[in-house]
């Protein structure tokens, strides 16, 4: 089995910053590099495992998918091609309807 390649969207860069400097301001900016750290190496395991992310249950669209790993959501688009991360979300935060009409889908050929 061949490793995907996982980008992350300028969006889910974004995400990441603003968990860390949340915690810089509740005056902890260590304690944020940890879920940051432990995000990054649920998305390295997309490389290798990149089904193993439930479908967004507010889409129910095949190609997007999340894995959840408490309090946060990783929100990827997989396609043939790779994995593209496009938001790193609370769990309790519902996806905005855009995102799924404006990511492009798989290619069916």
Do not use: C, K
Not at 6 to 13: E, K, P, T, Y
Not at 25 to 42: C, D, L, M, N, T
């Amino acid at each position: 089995m061949r490793s995907l390649r996982v980008d992350l969207a300028q969006s889910a860069r974004a995400d990441l910053a603003d968990i860390m400097e949340w915690y810089a301001s509740q005056g902890v900016p260590e304690v944020g590099a940890r879920p940051v750290r432990e995000i990054a190496g649920r998305i390295r395991q997309l490389s290798a495992f990149p089904d193993s992310g439930r479908v967004v249950p507010e889409f129910e669209t095949p190609w997007l998918r999340e894995v959840v790993w408490p309090p946060f959501r990783i929100v990827y688009r997989r396609d043939h091609d790779g994995i593209i991360v496009v938001r790193v979300w609370r769990s309790e935060r519902l996806m905005d309807p855009e995102l799924a009409e404006n990511a492009p889908q798989e290619d069916a050929t």
